[in-house]
């Protein structure tokens, strides 16, 4: 606070600095340097003929301090721009979002989109949030220059190669220029154009089709950054471009290819641009590779194939593991021509994808019920941990040399997540409750980098569990019925003289209900004088119950004297019948083959019983464990069983079998749920309110519709609430939300509702966080006399409160308030007198409701009081 007051001091007793006419543009950007410090770097565009010069600019941290940057570098540019650079640390209090303003007066005269621009003060900032949760956050920095030049009537493009060091995604909008404390430039107004002004959101591209007058304008580029779907900081950086009407035309660049590249492969194409004009071309390039701290990339110019209007040059990157990251590398080329009249210029972008070679094929460990992986450590040294996937079977995977990691189409799922370079081995027992017998398991390995990039993926490397004693071979329903039968058969045990166990033997045999079995056990024993006998059938079990059974089976040397368990029974095997699970849902049924057993069944037979006859039909064939009977009529009965097929490998030597399922019937309804709208929005601030839109992505999927259900949470972790239901209004695609008096901020979802009752899944969450306009005027007259005798907001978006205090010029308190309203009658704190008239100071902290729960930010200024009354005292 003694800080501020002495500001305060100096700015109202000494005076501003002599104002100049001068910033043309500029932009912030910041370096993480620990926790909570950070480094920042402003960089302006001045004009050279002005007599305003600063060595030092005051920053507003937005968190209550205010410190000085210093000049660290000029260079002096072609027509009349002065680039500076000031750098400046600064620790924040904590973790937060804090918004970085940086103004100076004045802006450059004559700019033709912002009105009496000589008198606007210039104002540049930067949002950045500080959360040691999310880690490392700096801002993007911008590579190319925030000054151009346009041509009248002909198309102009620029690109401020934005590269985040972070591998944060970035996106682009046009927003308003501002002036004092960072607010929008009233009455600003975007260049007027033949066609259209819009930037790229995705590559940056801003393309103005086409100027009309020429003159000088400014436009804002926010350039927004953002980590796993989360904003994380923004840049606001204001850019001046000169229109010149001219004959000139600018140099063309032949179209490049983008690139994807496995991490250690060299890059390198030519790039080549023509003038039609036959102008000379100053050929360069920027971009993220460029500068990197390992391996960056060239670009250089080959002037034996430099002609009369044509140019060419070679990019050369030799990447390495280092370069591995999640976003595309963005190189911007341009080409400019050396037009004596007017130098124009076109660029072209190359997004290059840098992936991490995968690691090595894993070697498979089974055991009876979990498989040991082990690979070679990976070499790259920034390699972080692996990821360990599963699937069922193998899938034949061939990556696409764009994609990494390994994608969800090709039934694989993350089942082990590895942190540290060196940990190279994992044992897959599901979690703790093993795996289950009767798969084949397939495993692919990726590696991971800093940013969660990654490789491309390892080979698959497949293995079937290890067999018990004995190994089960078929549980087959012979005979459907309330009192049916089951037959069980396993493999001949070998070996047994080795022990030594010979004999007799007896078997026990226990069935329980369900895939997985229970408490309900019951035990069954088979004694044997003859190993050979591998065949039993469970009779008087009722087949048509519903549920499927689970057999476990072991073996006893069971001779006198003798009694020992030849199976391991901490891994007796077990297998259960097959049972067809069925699902019915609109004029079809899912028929899903449930099965817990040791083999691998390869194909399936799907029965439907014919309603004439009573015998089951073969209606279908599978590979896989699932068929659906479509074409069904609604709401009747339909009955089925199966038939699989399947193999195992004991001892190599392949044994095949033949299991019949139980009978389980259903009827198909309508259960489906339609398909989910696609949800838009915006939000309208002065009104008020947010307007959702939303509509879908065929004809078909709108068929199904009979309504919609809305839902909101006001933060975007909040649990969503129902907000208001379409019951029989399915035309009805758009809603108004009113929040006069609350926060526009807030996240909402949509759903479709179809007419049995089938509800969609959620869309993807919107989210508004649009409106955060909280001004403050400079100038009130508390003369009593009707107009403007209270000081207060102009705002449009709700405010939980304020911390809002007034200074004198040497520094008093003179009043204060957290009502967001303000209501300031002019009157010093505990009187009644009002202040002289004069320049006041004001600190404001704002708090208001964001995405992520109340923020807060500060305002600084100037209040101008005029014309007291006979209270008036002179406390000055």
Known sequence: MKKIISLIIILLVCGAPVFGTHNRAGEITLRQLDEYTYEILITTFTYTLSQADRSSLEVQWGDNTISSALRTSITRLPNFYQKNVYIAQHTF????????????????????????????VFSIKTTITINPTIGINSTPVLLNPPIDRAALNQIFIHNPAAYDPDGDSISYKLTVCTEEDGEPIENYTFPASSDTLYIDPVTGDLNWITPVEKGVYNIAINVEEWREGVKIGNIVRDMQIEVYETDNHPPELDSIQDFCVEAGTGISFRVVANDVDNDSIDLTATGGPFILENSP?????????????????????????????????????????????????????????????????PSIIPSSNSITLAWEEDPCPFVTGYHVYRRSGPSGYTPDSCVSGVPAHTGYTIVGELKGRDRTVFIDDNKGKGLEQGSEYCYMITSVYPDGAESFPSSEACSPLIAGVP?????????????????LRWIQPRGLDTIPANGPYEYIISRSTGIFGGEDRKVYTMATADISDTVYTDTDVNTLSGQPYNYQLALYNNAPGNRFPISDLENIEEASSLFPELTGSDNQILIEMKKNVPWINYDYTIYRQNDATGLFDSIGYSTRPFYTDRGLENNKAYCYRVKSRGWRSIDDQLFENVNHSHINCTQPVDSVAPCTPVLSGRSYCDAFYNLLTWR??????????????????????????????????????????????????GCYYISA?????????????????????YVLPNVFSPDGRGKNNLFIPNRTAYVEKVDFQVFNRWGLLVFRTEDPDLNWDGKILGSDKVVSPGVYYYICEVFEPRLHGIESYTLTGFIHVFSGNENEVNIE
């Open 93 to 120: 209090p904590g973790a937060g979002t804090y918004e970085i303003v940086v103004q100076d007066p004045n802006r450059n005269k004559g700019v033709k989109n912002i009105p009496n621009s000589v008198n606007v």
């Open 297 to 361: 990339a060239l670009f250089t110019t080959d002037n034996s194939a430099a002609d009369i209007g044509r140019s060419e040059g070679d990019f050369i990157w030799l990447t390495d593991c280092s370069h591995v990251r999640q976003q595309y590398y963005n190189v911007i080329f341009k080409a400019e021509d050396s037009n004596p009249e007017t130098r124009l210029v076109d660029i072209f972008n190359v997004n290059i994808k840098i992936i991490g070679s995968a690691p090595q094929t």
């Open 471 to 487: 190994a089960m071979l078929q549980t087959s329903v012979t005979s459907d019925s309330e009192s049916g039968e089951i037959e």
């Open 753 to 773: 509702v179809d007419s049995f009752g089938n509800e969609s899944p959620l869309s993807v969450q919107l989210c508004l966080d649009e409106c955060s306009s």
């Open 696 to 745: 879908f992505t065929s004809d078909t999927c709108f068929e199904d519709v009979m309504g919609y259900n809305l839902y909101f949470s006001e933060t975007q972790s909040g649990t969503p609430a129902l907000l208001s239901e379409y019951k029989s209004e399915r035309n009805d695609t758009s809603y108004i939300h009113d929040r006069t008096g609350l926060s526009l901020t």
